[in-house]
Antibody, heavy 121, light 109 residues
């Protein structure tokens, strides 16, 4: 059974870079899946941030594209998120998830528990 | 830009009753539509994909229908554990992107 676990600082200063890592167990990040990041501001809904394929091809939410970078580390079986120039509006719970590319509509079938990142000085 | 609109924002239902949640896309998404359940402090859980296929382990009281721009999630007989937030999510093939609706809260009446 696949498990995903987010890790990274819980507090980031405004204008700095938010960096998170998702460690995957029970599935290979090189195993033919998409992997993604989704966030949820406190009390609000879900927002897709970015996804990447096992080949390393990346796809970004157009609203965040200029500030986001995601990458894969197959040696550690993990993938990462960087979000630059953060503001208070980037305060959210950040989830990593796996995309089931066999299922119609490419749903997120497995999720990490989420990690709260607060942007504050 | 594709927009997903969910209605109602809040649905008040008594246990044992039927709940019907709607999701509308601003343009056709074929059957590339998923539904998720989220309880406070938890990650979302995939319920339905491909508009109408239940994910593994999802009870039969959950059903999805629709295609194109209009979709429905029905909970045939609400159980206490079903009171939660529900989100629809669409997938666009190219370039690949995923968009969530703003959610419907199902609360106890």
């Amino acid at each position: 059974q696949v498990q995903l676990q987010e890790s990274g600082p819980g507090l980031v200063k405004p204008s700095e870079t938010l960096s998170l890592t998702c460690t995957v167990s029970g599935s290979s990040v090189n195993g033919g899946y998409y992997w993604g990041w989704i966030r949820q501001p406190p009390g609000k809904g879900l927002e897709w941030i970015a996804s990447l394929y096992h080949s390393g091809t990346t796809y970004y939410n157009s609203a965040l594209k200029s500030r986001v970078n995601i990458s894969l580390d197959t040696s550690k079986n993990e993938f990462s998120l960087e979000l630059k120039s953060v503001t208070a509006a980037d305060t959210a719970v950040y989830f990593c998830a796996r995309v089931d590319i066999v299922a119609a509509g490419f749903p997120f079938d497995s999720w990490g528990q989420g990690t709260l990142v607060t942007v504050s000085s | 830009e594709l927009v997903m609109t969910q209605s109602p924002g809040t649905l008040s239902v008594s246990p044992g009753e039927r709940a019907t949640l709607s999701c509308r896309a601003s343009k056709s998404v074929s059957n590339n539509l998923a539904w998720y359940q989220q309880k406070p402090g938890q990650a979302p859980r995939l319920l339905i994909y491909g508009a109408s296929t239940r994910a593994t382990g999802v009870p039969a009281r959950f059903s999805g229908s629709g295609s194109g721009t209009e979709f429905t999630l029905t909970i045939s007989s609400l159980q206490s554990e079903d009171f939660a937030f529900y989100y629809c999510q669409q997938y666009e093939n190219w370039p690949p992107s995923w968009t969530f609706g703003h959610g419907t809260k199902v609360e106890m009446k």
